[in-house]
Structures are given as structure tokens and as C-alpha cells.
């Protein structure tokens, strides 16, 4: 997997560098906005590692640069500025993650990792469970070949569902994962409305199941 480092203190970008090589990543390292330009235009990355204050740029303007380009590559932000405004900036620029320096080393592999496990899903066209496709490209669920006409909420939560089939996923992150408005989250019973619905359209019995007090689960 090849990383791009875009840090302009020589002695962190290489400190960083020899903590992803010894994890078996292939790192590049950019010391500044127009070498990240010429590496960015050159190779393909897997992720990138985007300081923001830059010595000869804006590390937010090369972000912002990227995503005009439409580079959809995922961008990790690192950076001292911790005010809640600034990581607002940062992701509604298009950053998939913000992580505050001073950070820890084990912090920052599990942010990366994350990042590189969505991004290996989201590259996979369909996800079959059964008799259940999930076209992830066209946004369309298919059970035995007819289209299930989900809603947007509800193909969201079947798509986090299959992504991480096996798994148990909570009534508070399926509520996360679909509701932006956190302040009505713990309390909302919208989860279960989209889960008894999503049951109807898909009809499949056992297929999303109750995991009681705790969430619900589909089984591959």
C-alpha cells in the first residue's frame, strides 16, 4: 500500500516514514505543497497523510485542490489546530479524518487502517449476501433479481449491515450512521422503524436479527 507524507518538518516526515515502513506500508514523502503536487500528479496513492500548515502552502488548499480534480484518494488531515471550527473546515473540504498533533503512534495506524479498510469496501461494486445483492455503485438492492426500492436511509443502513456482516452494530451506531443530528440520536426509535421496513421490503426471514438489548446483526 503507498502512502503519501505531505509534512514539511524534514525530521517528522521521516520519523513518520520509518514508522509506516516498519508497519509494511511504501511511503513517499512530500516536503511541502508543490512537491505533493508533483507526487499527486505523478502516482496513485492509497492514502494520503496532508499536515496542514505547509512552509510554502496551505495544506487545506491542497485538499481543497484535490477534490476539484475530483482525486477521490483518502485524505487523513494532521494537525496542532484542535478547535472544533477547524475540523469542521477541514472535513467539509473534502478531508476523510482529522487527527489532532500531538497524536500517538497507535492512534494514528488505527485511523489509517480504518480509512484503508473503507476505502477497499467502497471499491467493491456489489455485496452478496444470499439471495440479497447490494449494487454499492448504483445504490440499488436487489433480492432474487427484483429491485428492492429501498430509501436512502434504509440502503444506508443495509449497505453498513452487509459491510460488516457477522458483526453486531448497536442501536446507537446504526442511529450515528444515518442521523446527523446527534442530539436526538440515544433517545430516537428511527433505527427500528428503518429496520422493520427494510425487513418488509427485503423479505427474507432471519436475515437482519435482533440481538437483544444490544442491536442487530446480519449473518453472511
Not at 487502517?113 to 447490494?134: M, Q
Amino acid at each position: 500500500m503507498d502512502i503519501l507524507i505531505v509534512e514539511d518538518d524534514k525530521i517528522v516526515a521521516k520519523q513518520l516514514a520509518k514508522l509506516l515502513t516498519s508497519e509494511k506500508y511504501s511511503c513517499d514523502i512530500a516536503f511541502g505543497y508543490r512537491d505533493a503536487q508533483e507526487c499527486i500528479d505523478k502516482n496513485s496513492y492509497g492514502l494520503i497523510l496532508l499536515d496542514w500548515n505547509l512552509g510554502d502552502g496551505d495544506g487545506l488548499e491542497l485538499l481543497k485542490e484535490i477534490r476539484e480534480f475530483e482525486i477521490k484518494t483518502p485524505v487523513l488531515m494532521l494537525s496542532a489546530n484542535s478547535e472544533i471550527d477547524d475540523r469542521v473546515a477541514v472535513l467539509d473540504s473534502g478531508a476523510d479524518d482529522y487527527l489532532c498533533k500531538p497524536y500517538s503512534n497507535v492512534e494514528l495506524l488505527a485511523r489509517m487502517r480504518a480509512l484503508l479498510r473503507r476505502e477497499s469496501l467502497e471499491k467493491t461494486v456489489n455485496i452478496v449476501i444470499g439471495d440479497v445483492t447490494l449494487d454499492t455503485a448504483h445504490r440499488e438492492v436487489f433480492v432474487s433479481g427484483e429491485n428492492a426500492n429501498l430509501t436512502t436511509a434504509e440502503f444506508d443502513l443495509l449497505e453498513l449491515f452487509m459491510q460488516n456482516a457477522n458483526q453486531v452494530l448497536t442501536r446507537y451506531q446504526l442511529s450515528e450512521h444515518i442521523n446527523k443530528d446527534n442530539y436526538g440520536v440515544k433517545n430516537s426509535n428511527i433505527v427500528d422503524v428503518h429496520i422493520k421496513n427494510l425487513r418488509k421490503k427485503l423479505q427474507q426471514k432471519d436475515f437482519i436479527l435482533t440481538v437483544r438489548g444490544v442491536g442487530y446483526r446480519v449473518n453472511k
